[in-house]
Structure formats: C-alpha cells, structure tokens
C-alpha cells in the first residue's frame, strides 16, 4: 500500500457513478480504505459495498447542503482516523445549452451544485486534509483548453473551481497540502451514456464525427484510464506535483 493511504481513508465524492466507481475500485485495489458517498442511487453504492467488501463504506451526501457535509466529514474523519485523500468525482446531469438559452434561475441552480457544492465540501475537509497532508483530486473538463459551444453550464463552473484548486495549492502547500484536477474527455461511462440516450439528445451521429475529428487518439476514453489518474495524483509517487490539471482526453486539447 501506498504510504499516503497508511492512515486514515480516501472520500471519493460522487462514487456511485461510472467514473466515481472505477475510482473507489481502483484505490481498493491499492489497498486504501475508503468512504464514498451517493445522491439518489442507493442500490448501485449497495452493489459496490457488496463487491469491494469491508475495506469500502458509503454514505448519503448532497454537496449543497453545507450542514449535512460539514456533518458527514466530521463523522468519516472520526470513524476512520482522518481523511488522507478527497475525490471529487460527483457529476449532475448539466443539459447541454448555448448559453442565448440558458435561464438565470438555471445557471443559479448549476452554480450552485457544482461551484458551491464543491466549497463546501473543501471548507469542512481542509482542516483534516491539512491533518494528513493528503490531497485533492477535481475531476473537471476539457473544456477548459477548448470551448465546446453548448457546454457553458459545465465548463464555466469548473473554471471557477480549477482557480479554487490552483488556489489551494498555492496557500495550503505550507501545510503540505496538494491539490490537482483531471479534465476529461469524452468518456465511455456514466453521464456521457445518461445523456447519449435522452430524447432528442445533443449527441448525435453529427456530434459524433465533429468531436472524434478533434482527437488525437480516434476513440473515446475508459473511465479506468481516469481511475489510474486518480490514483497516481493522490499517491506519495506525486508528492511533488500541486495545481496542475491533467488532460485524461485523447489529445482533444492539442
């Protein structure tokens, strides 16, 4: 096992979906105890717990309730002797808009699952994560080395919380805090497939041959190659990498 898994565990934010799984899979697989938390989907959090065993326990968690996640980290970090590492993998089901059709009350919403959802989730963790000297880990987008129109609702908050990261790097590296972002591509997994199969969808055959045009390598990525990402930016083999983000995208940034 990894040194900077030794105490405490890994809180792998939005674990039951297809990225968050791999991910809680992955850092079982290195041995890392692990605390994952669930919106709605209490049967698939129910499945990982029955396939992952005793090492992995999960939690009921909606991000913009600040009391609720101040409470739920408390807890793991008493129950699990402190947190050594936080995911962030929780994803929305953000439609797809140019931004002439995007209400104000829809971008309040947004900003504030996504956005506020996040801060409160670094406010109640930074003291035990500051404890540990652990990590964060943002799964973010990549988006943000290239505007895809249409995808303002989930680029723009990401980029307020890609200078949040940067920014917890900065100020917490005195603490030995490290804090990094993933910005995926498309990803054959979760969310991508939610929306894939919604009527009248934005991905379409159209959208599909515009974006592989786009990519370096002519396929989708695998929600384990972000996984494996995951793993390495939270392990002591990165102890010397901070605010930086990390295309896992198949080269559509080039």
């Known amino acids: 096992?990894?040194?900077?898994?030794?105490?405490?565990?890994?809180?792998?934010?939005?674990?039951?979906?297809?990225?968050?799984?791999?991910?809680?899979?992955?850092?079982?697989?290195?041995?890392?105890?692990?605390?994952?938390?669930?919106?709605?989907?209490?049967?698939?959090?129910?499945?990982?717990?029955?396939?992952?065993?005793?090492?992995?326990?999960?939690?009921?968690?909606?991000?913009?309730?600040?009391?609720?996640?101040?409470?739920?980290?408390?807890?793991i970090a008493s129950k699990q002797g402190g947190i050594n590492t936080i995911i962030n993998a929780a994803g929305f089901n953000i439609p797809q808009k140019y931004i002439s059709e995007i209400t104000p009350e829809l971008w309040r919403k947004v900003i504030d699952e996504d956005v506020n959802g996040f801060f409160n989730i670094v406010s109640s963790s930074l003291p035990f994560i500051r404890e540990s000297q652990g990590s964060y880990v943002f799964i973010s987008s990549a988006g943000l080395f290239k505007y895809p129109p249409g995808d303002v609702l989930s680029v723009a908050p990401k980029a307020t919380i890609e200078h949040t990261i940067k920014g917890i790097a900065k100020e917490e590296g005195v603490h030995g805090v490290r804090a990094n972002s993933i910005a995926l591509g498309v990803i054959d997994t979760g969310i991508f497939h939610r929306l894939l199969n919604e009527e009248n969808t934005f991905f379409d055959e159209k959208w599909h041959e515009a974006v592989m045009a786009t990519l370096a390598l002519k396929r989708f990525g695998h929600e384990s190659e972000v996984a494996n990402t995951a793993l390495f930016l939270a392990s002591s083999q990165s102890g010397y990498i901070t605010g930086h983000c990390i295309p896992v995208d198949g080269g559509y940034h080039i």
């Open 1 to 75: 096992m990894d040194k900077q898994f030794k105490k405490g565990c890994v809180f792998i934010i939005g674990g039951s979906g297809g990225i968050g799984r791999a991910c809680v899979q992955r850092f079982a697989e290195a041995g890392a105890k692990i605390v994952f938390t669930y919106h709605q989907n209490i049967q698939a959090a129910q499945e990982i717990k029955k396939d992952l065993g005793d090492s992995v326990d999960f939690v009921q968690l909606s991000n913009q309730n600040e009391s609720q996640v101040h409470n739920v980290i408390s807890e």
